[in-house]
Each structure stands twice: as structure tokens, then as C-alpha cells.
């Protein structure tokens, strides 16, 4: 009985805050951000419609006038407005259950958005799209909060599906950047890192988002190759970005992947090791360093000493750890490789540092 009084108050308080009071008058989307302006940690909202095309990330009014320019590192929350086709009460409830941030809570969310979307099936895209991301998305929480003794690889294996299914059935729309980016985070913990590949490709050519993204899936692309070991494409694409890159950071990071998959390619993977390390010596660049640091270990992991390699990668988790998900790759092979060398203790610690790194991904 409280605990429905709750929930009420709860919804109550959504479609007070998210509802406009004006008669007849559309609710629009709200869409929460990092104020950059501050260091504290500040957030500002913006009413209006979020929108990812070529010119990248953005909200609009009403009558298309451009109020904020977002990045996807600052973007916090996004609360739809009209979905045409959708009982926009229903969207506030699941919603609602979502930020009691638990698994009962996401599980019942998930079952919500699922039944929802099987009832949206002449819905406008948007809506579809919209519904099939917070599916996959609470399909993805549920997972994220389970320890390995709740079945978390076949909860894990369940929201990859997900993902591929929305990123099959959906190529353009802001959801779908997150969506890859979530995605691949799945796939860098259960060590299919060739299939991650394959779908940064996909977006590096989706001619719909910015250069920039466009961009940052080559470049994670090319991660991904030289983490399943396909050194040759590596080495290919890495060294055809760094030819039309300009000089800067995402260009020295180029250059440390085009070092190490040749080194790779070589059959003497450590020979890459003083040109990698000269890299990093050059620049004070944290993503630079994390990167170089992270190739070091795959090098490692290619010449088979493990050891070795996990002091690279305690470096990014301990030192060079600014990016989340360098950190995260990072943390997936540290424990790894403790499980490799039979120290359960404390390959069981890593991934419960993982599990908790896991809540810090806002998409």
C-alpha cells in the first residue's frame, strides 16, 4: 500500500514537472546536460527536440532554432515529449521505475517497454525507435546489475541481441550513437571484440551522423581490430585515418594503434614496444597515453606474457584514467588475466569494480 502511494506521488510529480499546464499545448522532450560552463557538477535542461544529424548533436525549439549544442560526453538525460502512437502516461510510469535504480525495478521497466512497443506497430519511427532503445537499454540495466553468481552471461548475451536488433532496424535518430556505444561496451566484457568491430564499422560509414562520430567509430574500429587480433585490418585502416588526419591528439592516437598493429603484424609483436613508448613520452595527453599504454598490453598479450601485460593495463585503470571506456577495457582485461594466473580473489575483485563502473555509463 505504500509502496503504491509512492509510486504515485512519483508519477504525479513527473507529469506535473514534464507536462506543460497550458491547454491543448504539446509536451516537448527535455533534455538534460552538463553545464560546462561549471566544474561542480552542474546540469542545465533544455526544452525542445534533440536531434543528431550531420552536423552533430543539438536541441531545437519548437521552430527549428538551434538553443544548445550537445556532446554526447555531457549529455545526462532525455525525457520525451509527444511520441505519436504511445500513451505518454505509460512512458512517465516506466520512467518512473527506472530511476528507483534497481533490478526489480529495471526488469519491470523493461517488461513495460516491451509490451508497449508490441503495441506501437503503426507508431511513427521515432516512436518505435524511441521504445526499442529503452528496451534494450533496461534489458542492458538488468544485466548491469547482476553478479556473476545471477546468471549475468545470459543476461549480458540477451541485451547484445537487443542491440543488434535495434541497430539493425534503426540507423539514424540521437539513440543510435548510444545505442552503439552501450553496446560495444557489452561486447569489450564478454570478449567479442571482432564483433564489435564489425558494428563500428557499420557507423563509420553511416553517412547520417557527424564526421566526428563518424570518425571515433574508425578509430574504435581499429581498437576493436587489434583486440581480436586482426592486426593486418588494423594496420590498413589505421594507417589510411592518420593519412587524412590532421596533426593533434586524435592524430598521435592514431599513430600509437598504426605502430602497434604492425608491430603485431611483424611476428615479433614487442619490436613496437620503444616506438609506442616514444609516443607516450611525447605527449601529455591522457587519452594519448591511455591508449598507448592499453596497446602495450595487447602487445604483451600477443607475445603470451600476461604478466607483463597487466602492468600496462593497471597503468589506465590507476594513472591515465580520465576516459571510461579505456578504463573499462582496461578493468575486462585485468581480470582476465587474474583469472588466467588462478588468483580468483582478485579476478572476483575486478569484476566487481567493473559491475560498479558499469552505473557510471549515463546513455
Known amino acids: 500500500m505504500i509502496r503504491?502511494?509512492?509510486?504515485?506521488?512519483?508519477?504525479?510529480?513527473?507529469?506535473?514537472v514534464l507536462?506543460?499546464?497550458?491547454?491543448?499545448?504539446?509536451?516537448?522532450?527535455?533534455?538534460?546536460?552538463?553545464?560546462?560552463?561549471?566544474?561542480?557538477?552542474?546540469?542545465?535542461?533544455?526544452?525542445?527536440?534533440?536531434?543528431?544529424d550531420k552536423s552533430?548533436?543539438?536541441?531545437?525549439?519548437?521552430?527549428?532554432?538551434?538553443?544548445?549544442?550537445?556532446?554526447?560526453?555531457?549529455?545526462?538525460?532525455?525525457?520525451?515529449?509527444?511520441?505519436?502512437?504511445?500513451d505518454r502516461t505509460s512512458i512517465l510510469s516506466r520512467i518512473a521505475e527506472e530511476e528507483r535504480r534497481t533490478k526489480k525495478d529495471y526488469e519491470a521497466a523493461r517488461i513495460g517497454y516491451k509490451a508497449m512497443l508490441e503495441k506501437a506497430a503503426t507508431a511513427p519511427e521515432k516512436s518505435k525507435r524511441y521504445l526499442a532503445y529503452k528496451l534494450a537499454m533496461m534489458t542492458t540495466r538488468v544485466a548491469d546489475e547482476a553478479a556473476d553468481d545471477?546468471?549475468?552471461?545470459?543476461?549480458?548475451?540477451?541485451a547484445i541481441k537487443d542491440w543488434d536488433q535495434f541497430l539493425t532496424d534503426y540507423a539514424t535518430g540521437w539513440e543510435v550513437w548510444s545505442a552503439a556505444h552501450t553496446n560495444a561496451r557489452l561486447l569489450a566484457e564478454v570478449g567479442k571484440y571482432a564483433e564489435?568491430?564489425?558494428?563500428?564499422?557499420?557507423?563509420?560509414?553511416?553517412?547520417?551522423?557527424?564526421?566526428?562520430?563518424?570518425?571515433?567509430?574508425?578509430?574504435?574500429?581499429i581498437d576493436a581490430q587489434i583486440r581480436s587480433k586482426s592486426y593486418a585490418l588494423a594496420s590498413t585502416a589505421s594507417e589510411a585515418l592518420l593519412a587524412t588526419?590532421?596533426?593533434?591528439?586524435?592524430?598521435?592516437?592514431?599513430?600509437?594503434?598504426a605502430a602497434a598493429a604492425k608491430a603485431a603484424i611483424s611476428g615479433d609483436p614487442l619490436s613496437g614496444l620503444k616506438e609506442i613508448e616514444a609516443k607516450i613520452a611525447a605527449t601529455k595527453e591522457p587519452i594519448v597515453r591511455a591508449t598507448g599504454y592499453s596497446l602495450i598490453g595487447e602487445l604483451y598479450l600477443a607475445a603470451n606474457k600476461p604478466r607483463d601485460a597487466m602492468w600496462n593495463f593497471l597503468w589506465v585503470e590507476t594513472?591515465?584514467?580520465?576516459?571510461?571506456?579505456?578504463?573499462?577495457?582496461?578493468?575486462?582485461?585485468?581480470?582476465?588475466?587474474y583469472q588466467l594466473q588462478n588468483e580468483e580473489d582478485r579476478a572476483k575483485a575486478y569484476r566487481e569494480k567493473i559491475r560498479r563502473i558499469r552505473a557510471t555509463f549515463a546513455y
Open 4 to 16: 503504491s502511494v509512492v509510486r504515485g506521488g512519483v508519477i504525479a510529480g513527473l507529469l506535473a
Open 19 to 52: 507536462i506543460p499546464s497550458a491547454v491543448g499545448q504539446a509536451p516537448v522532450d527535455k533534455v538534460v546536460v552538463r553545464d560546462t560552463a561549471k566544474k561542480d557538477g552542474s546540469t542545465k535542461s533544455y526544452d525542445g527536440a534533440l536531434v543528431l
Open 56 to 86: 552533430g548533436l543539438s536541441v531545437t525549439d519548437s521552430s527549428g532554432k538551434l538553443l544548445v549544442v550537445v556532446s554526447f560526453n555531457d549529455f545526462v538525460k532525455f525525457t520525451p515529449g509527444e511520441l505519436p502512437g504511445v
Open 150 to 158: 545471477e546468471n549475468w552471461a545470459a543476461l549480458a548475451a540477451e
Open 196 to 221: 564489435a568491430a564489425r558494428m563500428w564499422s557499420r557507423l563509420a560509414k553511416n553517412n547520417d551522423l557527424p564526421a566526428e562520430l563518424r570518425r571515433e567509430a574508425a578509430i574504435q574500429e
Open 245 to 257: 588526419t590532421a596533426p593533434g591528439t586524435i592524430k598521435d592516437r592514431l599513430a600509437v594503434y
Open 319 to 337: 594513472v591515465y584514467n580520465t576516459d571510461k571506456d579505456e578504463v573499462f577495457k582496461a578493468l575486462n582485461r585485468l581480470s582476465e588475466l
